[in-house]
DNA sequence: ACAATAATATGAGATATCTCATATTTTAGG
DNA sequence: CCTAAAATATGAGATATCTCATATTATTGT
Protein backbone atom coordinates (compact mmCIF):
# COMPACT_ATOMS: atom_id res chain seq x y z
CA UNK A 1 0.00 0.00 0.00
CA UNK A 2 1.39 3.52 -0.90
CA UNK A 3 0.25 6.66 0.99
CA UNK A 4 -0.45 9.71 -2.41
CA UNK A 5 1.27 12.67 -0.78
CA UNK A 6 1.50 16.54 -2.23
CA UNK A 7 0.06 16.89 -5.93
CA UNK A 8 -0.25 13.60 -6.27
CA UNK A 9 -2.70 13.41 -2.93
CA UNK A 10 -4.09 17.02 -3.50
CA UNK A 11 -5.30 15.83 -7.30
CA UNK A 12 -7.30 13.12 -6.11
CA UNK A 13 -8.74 15.14 -3.40
CA UNK A 14 -10.09 17.10 -6.18
CA UNK A 15 -10.74 15.38 -9.28
CA UNK A 16 -12.87 13.23 -6.78
CA UNK A 17 -13.95 15.47 -3.82
CA UNK A 18 -16.16 14.09 -1.25
CA UNK A 19 -16.31 17.12 0.68
CA UNK A 20 -20.38 17.34 -0.32
CA UNK A 21 -20.76 14.51 1.78
CA UNK A 22 -19.62 16.41 4.96
CA UNK A 23 -20.84 19.45 6.15
CA UNK A 24 -17.27 20.14 8.09
CA UNK A 25 -13.97 20.32 6.51
CA UNK A 26 -12.92 16.90 5.96
CA UNK A 27 -10.03 17.27 3.39
CA UNK A 28 -7.45 18.03 5.92
CA UNK A 29 -7.67 14.34 7.46
CA UNK A 30 -8.11 12.51 4.17
CA UNK A 31 -5.26 10.14 3.62
CA UNK A 32 -5.19 8.97 -0.21
CA UNK A 33 -3.92 5.34 -0.61
CA UNK A 34 -3.67 3.11 -3.26
CA UNK A 35 -3.74 -0.75 -3.06
CA UNK A 36 -1.89 -3.05 -5.81
CA UNK A 37 -3.61 -5.74 -6.69
CA UNK A 38 -4.57 -8.59 -4.16
CA UNK A 39 -3.63 -6.32 -1.60
CA UNK A 40 -5.89 -6.59 1.30
CA UNK A 41 -7.39 -3.46 2.63
CA UNK A 42 -8.84 -5.09 5.87
CA UNK A 43 -7.90 -8.58 7.18
CA UNK A 44 -10.48 -10.36 8.26
CA UNK A 45 -11.38 -10.38 11.91
CA UNK A 46 -9.37 -7.21 12.06
CA UNK A 47 -11.12 -4.16 12.95
CA UNK A 48 -9.92 -1.22 10.73
CA UNK A 49 -8.98 2.23 11.92
CA UNK A 50 -10.28 4.10 8.94
CA UNK A 51 -13.20 4.45 7.12
CA UNK A 52 -12.30 4.38 3.19
CA UNK A 53 -14.11 5.83 0.77
CA UNK A 54 -13.56 3.96 -3.21
CA UNK A 55 -12.62 6.26 -6.23
CA UNK A 56 -11.53 3.68 -8.42
CA UNK A 57 -10.54 0.10 -8.22
CA UNK A 58 -12.31 -2.85 -7.72
CA UNK A 59 -11.88 -5.03 -4.33
CA UNK A 60 -13.64 -8.41 -3.21
CA UNK A 61 -15.85 -9.18 0.54
CA UNK A 62 -14.49 -12.52 1.43
CA UNK A 63 -15.69 -14.11 4.90
CA UNK A 64 -13.77 -17.70 6.40
CA UNK A 65 -15.88 -20.18 7.53
CA UNK A 66 -15.14 -22.45 10.43
CA UNK A 67 -15.01 -25.80 7.64
CA UNK A 68 -12.11 -23.48 6.10
CA UNK A 69 -14.59 -22.67 3.01
CA UNK A 70 -14.09 -19.20 2.03
CA UNK A 71 -16.81 -16.96 0.07
CA UNK A 72 -17.13 -14.08 -1.79
CA UNK A 73 -20.28 -12.50 -1.01
CA UNK A 74 -20.25 -9.04 -2.66
CA UNK A 75 -17.91 -6.64 -5.00
CA UNK A 76 -16.86 -3.38 -3.86
CA UNK A 77 -16.24 -0.86 -6.17
CA UNK A 78 -16.06 3.24 -7.34
CA UNK A 79 -18.10 5.06 -4.13
CA UNK A 80 -18.88 2.41 -1.99
CA UNK A 81 -17.53 2.59 2.08
CA UNK A 82 -15.48 0.74 3.39
CA UNK A 83 -15.53 0.50 7.19
CA UNK A 84 -18.71 1.92 7.66
CA UNK A 85 -19.91 -1.30 9.96
CA UNK A 86 -16.98 -1.02 12.42
CA UNK A 87 -17.68 3.04 12.48
CA UNK A 88 -21.26 2.19 13.76
CA UNK A 89 -21.11 -0.32 15.77
CA UNK A 90 -19.18 -1.64 18.83
CA UNK A 91 -19.48 -5.10 17.91
CA UNK A 92 -19.16 -6.23 14.63
CA UNK A 93 -17.37 -9.05 12.67
CA UNK A 94 -15.12 -7.52 10.26
CA UNK A 95 -14.74 -9.30 6.84
CA UNK A 96 -11.83 -9.42 4.85
CA UNK A 97 -11.39 -7.03 1.97
CA UNK A 98 -8.88 -7.67 -0.98
CA UNK A 99 -8.12 -5.73 -4.04
CA UNK A 100 -9.06 -7.04 -7.55
CA UNK A 101 -7.16 -4.70 -9.23
CA UNK A 102 -5.22 -1.56 -8.33
CA UNK A 103 -7.43 0.60 -5.87
CA UNK A 104 -7.13 3.85 -5.39
CA UNK A 105 -9.20 5.06 -2.23
CA UNK A 106 -9.45 7.81 0.73
CA UNK A 107 -8.84 6.57 4.49
CA UNK A 108 -10.51 9.17 6.82
CA UNK A 109 -9.08 7.97 10.78
CA UNK A 110 -11.73 7.11 13.09
CA UNK A 111 -9.48 8.42 16.25
CA UNK A 112 -9.64 11.98 14.75
CA UNK A 113 -13.15 12.15 12.93
CA UNK A 114 -15.61 9.35 14.40
CA UNK A 115 -17.39 12.02 16.62
CA UNK A 116 -17.76 14.82 14.29
CA UNK A 117 -18.71 11.94 11.46
CA UNK A 118 -21.21 10.77 13.84
CA UNK A 119 -22.77 14.37 14.24
CA UNK A 120 -22.77 15.52 10.67
CA UNK A 121 -26.39 15.15 9.41
CA UNK A 122 -24.71 15.48 5.82
CA UNK A 123 -22.76 12.47 6.15
CA UNK A 124 -25.40 10.53 8.07
CA UNK A 125 -27.74 11.28 5.42
CA UNK A 126 -25.32 10.15 2.54
CA UNK A 127 -24.51 7.01 4.97
CA UNK A 128 -28.34 6.18 5.32
CA UNK A 129 -28.67 5.93 1.94
CA UNK A 130 -25.57 4.13 0.86
CA UNK A 131 -26.33 1.31 3.90
CA UNK A 132 -30.37 1.42 2.82
CA UNK A 133 -29.58 0.76 -1.08
CA UNK A 134 -26.42 -1.74 0.70
CA UNK A 135 -29.29 -3.73 2.34
CA UNK A 136 -31.84 -3.66 -0.77
CA UNK A 137 -29.32 -5.05 -3.01
CA UNK A 138 -28.59 -7.88 -0.59
CA UNK A 139 -31.57 -8.84 0.13
CA UNK A 140 -32.72 -8.90 -4.06
CA UNK A 141 -29.49 -11.08 -4.13
CA UNK A 142 -30.70 -13.70 -1.32
CA UNK A 143 -34.24 -14.09 -2.59
CA UNK A 144 -33.07 -14.57 -6.01
CA UNK A 145 -30.47 -16.91 -5.11
CA UNK A 146 -33.41 -19.13 -3.32
CA UNK A 147 -35.94 -18.90 -5.79
CA UNK A 148 -34.52 -19.34 -8.83
CA UNK A 149 -31.87 -21.67 -10.38
CA UNK A 150 -28.62 -20.99 -11.35
CA UNK A 151 -29.60 -20.31 -15.34
CA UNK A 152 -31.60 -17.41 -14.04
CA UNK A 153 -28.54 -15.64 -11.87
CA UNK A 154 -26.05 -16.68 -14.63
CA UNK A 155 -28.03 -15.08 -17.77
CA UNK A 156 -28.10 -11.65 -15.79
CA UNK A 157 -24.42 -12.25 -14.13
CA UNK A 158 -23.21 -12.34 -18.14
CA UNK A 159 -25.48 -9.32 -18.95
CA UNK A 160 -24.56 -7.67 -16.18
CA UNK A 161 -20.58 -8.15 -16.87
CA UNK A 162 -19.94 -8.49 -20.54
CA UNK A 163 -18.44 -5.62 -22.42
CA UNK A 164 -19.56 -5.40 -25.89
CA UNK A 165 -21.45 -8.81 -26.47
CA UNK A 166 -18.34 -10.47 -25.23
CA UNK A 167 -17.98 -12.10 -21.64
CA UNK A 168 -14.59 -12.64 -20.50
CA UNK A 169 -14.83 -13.22 -16.67
CA UNK A 170 -12.89 -16.15 -14.66
CA UNK A 171 -15.03 -19.11 -13.85
CA UNK A 172 -13.23 -19.29 -10.65
CA UNK A 173 -14.50 -15.82 -9.35
CA UNK A 174 -18.17 -15.99 -10.76
CA UNK A 175 -18.66 -19.96 -9.37
CA UNK A 176 -17.65 -18.55 -6.19
CA UNK A 177 -19.72 -15.60 -6.45
CA UNK A 178 -22.66 -16.88 -7.73
CA UNK A 179 -22.07 -19.88 -4.80
CA UNK A 180 -22.16 -22.81 -7.31
CA UNK A 181 -19.62 -25.18 -7.94
CA UNK A 182 -17.02 -25.08 -11.12
CA UNK A 183 -18.27 -27.98 -12.34
CA UNK A 184 -21.71 -26.96 -12.10
CA UNK A 185 -21.17 -23.62 -13.56
CA UNK A 186 -19.22 -24.71 -16.88
CA UNK A 187 -21.78 -27.07 -17.35
CA UNK A 188 -24.53 -24.40 -17.32
CA UNK A 189 -22.47 -22.79 -19.95
CA UNK A 190 -22.43 -25.18 -22.14
CA UNK A 191 -25.79 -25.49 -21.81
CA UNK A 192 -25.86 -22.42 -23.04
CA UNK A 193 -23.65 -22.79 -25.95
CA UNK A 194 -25.95 -25.96 -27.30
CA UNK A 195 -28.60 -23.39 -26.95
CA UNK A 196 -27.00 -21.08 -29.25
CA UNK A 197 -27.68 -18.05 -26.70
CA UNK A 198 -23.59 -17.91 -26.32
CA UNK A 199 -20.89 -18.80 -28.51
CA UNK A 200 -17.41 -20.26 -27.14
CA UNK A 201 -14.29 -17.86 -28.17
CA UNK A 202 -11.37 -19.63 -26.54
CA UNK A 203 -11.74 -18.68 -23.17
CA UNK A 204 -14.01 -15.88 -23.72
CA UNK A 205 -17.89 -16.31 -24.55
CA UNK A 206 -19.51 -13.93 -27.48
CA UNK A 207 -23.17 -13.66 -26.60
CA UNK A 208 -25.12 -14.99 -29.53
CA UNK A 209 -29.25 -14.64 -28.36
CA UNK A 210 -29.32 -11.50 -25.80
CA UNK A 211 -32.38 -11.53 -25.92
CA UNK A 212 -32.92 -15.37 -25.06
CA UNK A 213 -30.60 -14.43 -22.06
CA UNK A 214 -32.72 -11.40 -21.15
CA UNK A 215 -35.79 -13.77 -20.64
CA UNK A 216 -34.01 -15.73 -18.28
CA UNK A 217 -32.66 -12.76 -16.57
CA UNK A 218 -36.30 -10.72 -16.58
CA UNK A 219 -37.49 -13.47 -14.76
CA UNK A 220 -35.74 -12.21 -11.23
CA UNK A 221 -36.05 -8.80 -11.55
CA UNK A 222 -38.97 -6.61 -10.59
CA UNK A 223 -37.75 -3.41 -10.45
CA UNK B 1 -56.83 -1.01 10.85
CA UNK B 2 -57.20 0.63 14.33
CA UNK B 3 -56.63 3.88 15.64
CA UNK B 4 -55.90 4.12 19.34
CA UNK B 5 -56.83 7.39 20.69
CA UNK B 6 -56.20 8.93 24.16
CA UNK B 7 -55.74 7.06 26.89
CA UNK B 8 -55.02 3.85 24.85
CA UNK B 9 -52.26 6.27 23.16
CA UNK B 10 -50.64 7.71 25.76
CA UNK B 11 -50.28 4.81 27.20
CA UNK B 12 -48.29 3.14 24.33
CA UNK B 13 -46.47 6.15 23.97
CA UNK B 14 -45.73 6.48 27.55
CA UNK B 15 -44.65 2.56 27.75
CA UNK B 16 -42.73 2.11 24.32
CA UNK B 17 -41.50 5.76 24.28
CA UNK B 18 -38.97 6.31 21.21
CA UNK B 19 -38.30 10.06 22.28
CA UNK B 20 -34.77 8.98 22.71
CA UNK B 21 -34.22 8.11 18.80
CA UNK B 22 -35.31 11.79 18.38
CA UNK B 23 -33.89 15.22 19.47
CA UNK B 24 -37.13 17.02 18.26
CA UNK B 25 -40.67 15.62 20.58
CA UNK B 26 -41.82 13.26 17.68
CA UNK B 27 -44.15 12.36 20.23
CA UNK B 28 -47.33 14.98 18.71
CA UNK B 29 -47.26 13.10 15.02
CA UNK B 30 -47.26 9.85 16.29
CA UNK B 31 -50.33 7.94 15.19
CA UNK B 32 -50.85 4.68 17.31
CA UNK B 33 -52.40 1.78 15.02
CA UNK B 34 -53.21 -1.99 15.49
CA UNK B 35 -52.91 -4.20 12.77
CA UNK B 36 -55.13 -7.52 13.18
CA UNK B 37 -53.72 -10.78 12.45
CA UNK B 38 -52.69 -10.99 8.43
CA UNK B 39 -53.82 -7.39 7.54
CA UNK B 40 -51.08 -5.83 5.05
CA UNK B 41 -49.54 -2.72 6.48
CA UNK B 42 -47.50 -1.54 3.19
CA UNK B 43 -49.09 -3.41 -0.30
CA UNK B 44 -46.45 -4.45 -2.42
CA UNK B 45 -45.85 -1.30 -4.88
CA UNK B 46 -47.67 1.46 -3.00
CA UNK B 47 -45.56 3.58 -1.50
CA UNK B 48 -46.38 4.09 2.24
CA UNK B 49 -47.01 7.78 3.47
CA UNK B 50 -45.76 6.61 6.92
CA UNK B 51 -42.60 5.77 8.45
CA UNK B 52 -43.34 2.37 10.75
CA UNK B 53 -41.69 1.57 13.91
CA UNK B 54 -43.21 -1.67 16.00
CA UNK B 55 -44.00 -2.45 18.97
CA UNK B 56 -45.12 -5.74 19.36
CA UNK B 57 -46.33 -8.35 16.91
CA UNK B 58 -44.80 -9.69 13.64
CA UNK B 59 -44.79 -9.33 10.56
CA UNK B 60 -43.49 -10.91 7.32
CA UNK B 61 -42.34 -8.94 4.38
CA UNK B 62 -42.65 -10.61 0.74
CA UNK B 63 -42.14 -10.16 -2.76
CA UNK B 64 -43.83 -11.49 -6.06
CA UNK B 65 -41.89 -12.35 -9.15
CA UNK B 66 -42.43 -11.98 -12.45
CA UNK B 67 -43.31 -15.53 -12.60
CA UNK B 68 -45.53 -15.29 -10.13
CA UNK B 69 -43.71 -16.71 -7.38
CA UNK B 70 -44.21 -14.91 -4.21
CA UNK B 71 -41.46 -14.93 -1.64
CA UNK B 72 -41.09 -14.35 2.28
CA UNK B 73 -37.84 -12.16 2.60
CA UNK B 74 -37.61 -11.58 6.25
CA UNK B 75 -39.44 -11.31 9.29
CA UNK B 76 -40.18 -7.68 10.91
CA UNK B 77 -40.65 -7.84 14.99
CA UNK B 78 -40.86 -5.25 17.90
CA UNK B 79 -38.05 -2.25 17.19
CA UNK B 80 -37.91 -2.68 13.56
CA UNK B 81 -38.41 0.25 11.12
CA UNK B 82 -40.66 0.00 8.25
CA UNK B 83 -41.35 2.11 5.35
CA UNK B 84 -37.53 3.89 5.79
CA UNK B 85 -36.06 2.70 2.39
CA UNK B 86 -39.46 4.88 0.92
CA UNK B 87 -38.03 7.39 3.55
CA UNK B 88 -34.66 7.55 2.10
CA UNK B 89 -34.96 6.96 -1.66
CA UNK B 90 -37.40 8.77 -4.17
CA UNK B 91 -36.73 5.31 -6.36
CA UNK B 92 -37.77 1.98 -4.68
CA UNK B 93 -39.88 -0.64 -5.17
CA UNK B 94 -42.05 -1.42 -2.24
CA UNK B 95 -42.27 -4.37 -0.86
CA UNK B 96 -45.59 -6.01 0.66
CA UNK B 97 -45.71 -5.95 3.96
CA UNK B 98 -48.09 -8.40 6.35
CA UNK B 99 -48.75 -8.55 9.90
CA UNK B 100 -48.82 -12.32 10.94
CA UNK B 101 -50.25 -11.53 14.68
CA UNK B 102 -51.75 -8.49 16.03
CA UNK B 103 -49.37 -5.89 15.42
CA UNK B 104 -49.22 -2.49 16.93
CA UNK B 105 -46.73 -0.01 15.87
CA UNK B 106 -46.13 3.99 15.66
CA UNK B 107 -46.61 5.65 12.60
CA UNK B 108 -45.19 9.26 11.80
CA UNK B 109 -46.54 10.94 8.67
CA UNK B 110 -44.01 11.64 6.03
CA UNK B 111 -45.68 14.85 4.92
CA UNK B 112 -45.13 16.45 8.57
CA UNK B 113 -41.85 14.98 9.66
CA UNK B 114 -39.60 13.52 6.73
CA UNK B 115 -37.24 17.02 6.01
CA UNK B 116 -37.11 17.14 10.30
CA UNK B 117 -36.12 13.45 10.51
CA UNK B 118 -33.30 14.35 7.36
CA UNK B 119 -31.69 16.85 9.79
CA UNK B 120 -31.90 15.27 13.32
CA UNK B 121 -28.23 13.68 13.74
CA UNK B 122 -29.93 11.49 16.63
CA UNK B 123 -32.31 9.93 14.06
CA UNK B 124 -30.07 9.53 11.57
CA UNK B 125 -27.65 7.68 13.78
CA UNK B 126 -30.52 5.36 15.16
CA UNK B 127 -31.35 4.97 11.39
CA UNK B 128 -28.28 3.91 10.53
CA UNK B 129 -27.21 1.65 12.71
CA UNK B 130 -30.32 -0.02 11.98
CA UNK B 131 -29.69 -0.29 8.35
CA UNK B 132 -26.19 -1.75 8.99
CA UNK B 133 -27.70 -4.72 11.34
CA UNK B 134 -30.22 -5.06 8.45
CA UNK B 135 -27.43 -5.36 5.79
CA UNK B 136 -25.07 -7.33 7.63
CA UNK B 137 -28.14 -9.95 8.78
CA UNK B 138 -28.85 -10.41 5.22
CA UNK B 139 -25.50 -10.56 3.83
CA UNK B 140 -24.80 -12.94 6.30
CA UNK B 141 -27.89 -15.06 5.39
CA UNK B 142 -27.32 -14.85 1.76
CA UNK B 143 -23.76 -16.48 2.16
CA UNK B 144 -25.00 -19.08 4.23
CA UNK B 145 -27.91 -19.85 2.10
CA UNK B 146 -25.22 -20.60 -0.77
CA UNK B 147 -22.37 -22.00 0.87
CA UNK B 148 -24.43 -24.92 3.13
CA UNK B 149 -27.78 -27.40 2.28
CA UNK B 150 -31.14 -26.52 4.40
CA UNK B 151 -29.50 -29.17 6.95
CA UNK B 152 -27.64 -26.44 8.45
CA UNK B 153 -29.80 -23.57 8.45
CA UNK B 154 -32.55 -25.55 9.42
CA UNK B 155 -30.31 -26.70 12.75
CA UNK B 156 -30.10 -22.84 13.17
CA UNK B 157 -33.72 -21.86 12.58
CA UNK B 158 -34.99 -24.60 14.77
CA UNK B 159 -32.53 -23.58 17.57
CA UNK B 160 -33.43 -19.46 17.08
CA UNK B 161 -37.18 -20.61 17.17
CA UNK B 162 -37.54 -23.16 19.48
CA UNK B 163 -39.19 -22.21 22.85
CA UNK B 164 -38.14 -24.59 26.15
CA UNK B 165 -36.93 -27.32 23.82
CA UNK B 166 -39.83 -26.93 21.03
CA UNK B 167 -40.33 -26.34 18.12
CA UNK B 168 -43.63 -25.03 16.64
CA UNK B 169 -43.16 -23.44 13.23
CA UNK B 170 -45.55 -23.71 10.66
CA UNK B 171 -44.03 -25.59 8.13
CA UNK B 172 -45.38 -23.92 5.15
CA UNK B 173 -44.02 -20.50 6.42
CA UNK B 174 -40.66 -21.76 7.29
CA UNK B 175 -40.20 -23.75 3.72
CA UNK B 176 -40.84 -20.43 2.43
CA UNK B 177 -38.49 -18.23 4.58
CA UNK B 178 -35.78 -20.79 4.26
CA UNK B 179 -36.49 -20.98 0.42
CA UNK B 180 -36.62 -24.63 0.17
CA UNK B 181 -39.47 -26.65 -0.88
CA UNK B 182 -42.16 -28.07 1.09
CA UNK B 183 -41.59 -31.50 0.14
CA UNK B 184 -37.90 -31.13 1.16
CA UNK B 185 -38.57 -29.31 4.70
CA UNK B 186 -40.24 -32.06 5.81
CA UNK B 187 -37.84 -34.55 4.02
CA UNK B 188 -34.96 -33.23 6.41
CA UNK B 189 -37.42 -32.79 9.05
CA UNK B 190 -37.91 -36.56 9.35
CA UNK B 191 -33.89 -36.89 9.08
CA UNK B 192 -33.41 -35.32 12.00
CA UNK B 193 -35.93 -37.65 14.24
CA UNK B 194 -34.21 -40.43 12.37
CA UNK B 195 -31.09 -39.51 13.71
CA UNK B 196 -32.53 -38.83 17.29
CA UNK B 197 -32.03 -35.20 17.23
CA UNK B 198 -35.86 -34.13 17.29
CA UNK B 199 -38.09 -36.11 18.09
CA UNK B 200 -41.71 -35.44 16.52
CA UNK B 201 -44.92 -34.28 19.13
CA UNK B 202 -47.85 -34.33 17.39
CA UNK B 203 -47.09 -31.05 15.21
CA UNK B 204 -44.46 -30.16 17.07
CA UNK B 205 -40.16 -31.53 17.65
CA UNK B 206 -39.19 -31.51 20.61
CA UNK B 207 -35.47 -31.53 20.63
CA UNK B 208 -33.46 -34.21 21.88
CA UNK B 209 -29.90 -33.60 20.80
CA UNK B 210 -29.21 -29.74 21.21
CA UNK B 211 -26.01 -30.05 21.25
CA UNK B 212 -25.86 -31.92 17.68
CA UNK B 213 -28.30 -29.17 16.21
CA UNK B 214 -25.74 -27.19 17.90
CA UNK B 215 -22.88 -28.30 15.88
CA UNK B 216 -24.71 -28.09 12.48
CA UNK B 217 -25.62 -24.45 13.26
CA UNK B 218 -22.36 -24.10 14.11
CA UNK B 219 -20.41 -24.74 10.98
CA UNK B 220 -22.26 -21.58 9.51
CA UNK B 221 -20.91 -19.02 11.91
CA UNK B 222 -18.05 -17.01 12.86
CA UNK B 223 -19.66 -14.15 15.09
C1' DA C 1 -72.08 -28.12 12.69
C1' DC C 2 -70.52 -28.28 7.88
C1' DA C 3 -68.17 -27.12 4.02
C1' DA C 4 -64.25 -24.90 2.23
C1' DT C 5 -59.61 -23.88 2.75
C1' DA C 6 -55.10 -24.33 4.65
C1' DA C 7 -51.68 -27.20 6.64
C1' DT C 8 -49.61 -31.56 7.28
C1' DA C 9 -47.87 -35.86 5.43
C1' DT C 10 -45.72 -39.28 2.25
C1' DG C 11 -44.22 -41.57 -2.14
C1' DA C 12 -41.94 -41.55 -6.57
C1' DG C 13 -39.54 -39.79 -10.23
C1' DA C 14 -37.09 -35.71 -12.26
C1' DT C 15 -33.59 -32.16 -12.08
C1' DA C 16 -30.12 -29.20 -10.14
C1' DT C 17 -26.08 -29.23 -8.08
C1' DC C 18 -22.00 -31.33 -5.71
C1' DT C 19 -17.79 -34.14 -5.14
C1' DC C 20 -14.05 -36.34 -6.81
C1' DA C 21 -10.82 -37.81 -10.25
C1' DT C 22 -8.05 -36.55 -13.80
C1' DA C 23 -6.07 -34.00 -17.95
C1' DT C 24 -4.79 -29.85 -20.28
C1' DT C 25 -3.76 -25.07 -20.60
C1' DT C 26 -2.49 -20.61 -18.79
C1' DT C 27 -0.15 -17.60 -15.58
C1' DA C 28 3.30 -16.06 -12.27
C1' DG C 29 7.80 -16.25 -9.99
C1' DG C 30 12.62 -17.08 -9.91
C1' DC D 1 13.13 -20.10 -19.87
C1' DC D 2 11.37 -23.41 -16.56
C1' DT D 3 8.65 -24.90 -12.96
C1' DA D 4 4.92 -24.56 -9.75
C1' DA D 5 0.58 -22.97 -9.10
C1' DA D 6 -3.78 -21.50 -10.81
C1' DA D 7 -7.36 -21.85 -14.06
C1' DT D 8 -9.80 -24.41 -17.46
C1' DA D 9 -12.03 -28.60 -18.96
C1' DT D 10 -14.69 -32.99 -18.85
C1' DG D 11 -16.64 -37.46 -17.08
C1' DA D 12 -19.14 -40.17 -13.74
C1' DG D 13 -21.55 -41.06 -9.78
C1' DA D 14 -23.64 -39.17 -5.46
C1' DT D 15 -26.70 -36.07 -3.09
C1' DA D 16 -29.76 -32.22 -2.41
C1' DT D 17 -33.68 -30.42 -3.80
C1' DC D 18 -37.89 -29.95 -6.75
C1' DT D 19 -42.38 -31.18 -8.81
C1' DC D 20 -46.40 -33.56 -8.85
C1' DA D 21 -49.88 -36.62 -7.11
C1' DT D 22 -52.61 -37.84 -3.48
C1' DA D 23 -54.36 -38.52 1.46
C1' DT D 24 -55.17 -36.98 5.96
C1' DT D 25 -55.81 -33.63 9.45
C1' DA D 26 -56.57 -28.73 11.26
C1' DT D 27 -58.68 -24.26 10.88
C1' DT D 28 -61.95 -20.91 9.53
C1' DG D 29 -66.18 -18.76 7.91
C1' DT D 30 -71.03 -19.04 7.79
Not at 12 to 22: A, G, K, R
Not at 83 to 103: C, F, H
Not at 107 to 129: G, N, S, V, W, Y
Request: with cysteine; hydrophobic share 35%.
Amino acid sequence: MEIYKKQKRQHYLEEHSISHLFSFPIEEFIEVREYKRDEWIIREGMRPDYLFYVIEGKAKIYVTYQNGKVSLINFISAQDFIGEMELLNEVYYTKGIQTSTKTICFAIPFHQCRTQMLEDTTFLRALTKFLSIKATRMSAKYSQSLAFPLENRLADFILQTADEGVYKEKHVTVCDFLGVSYRHLLHVFAQFCDKGYLKKEGHHYRIQQHNKLNELSMILKNE
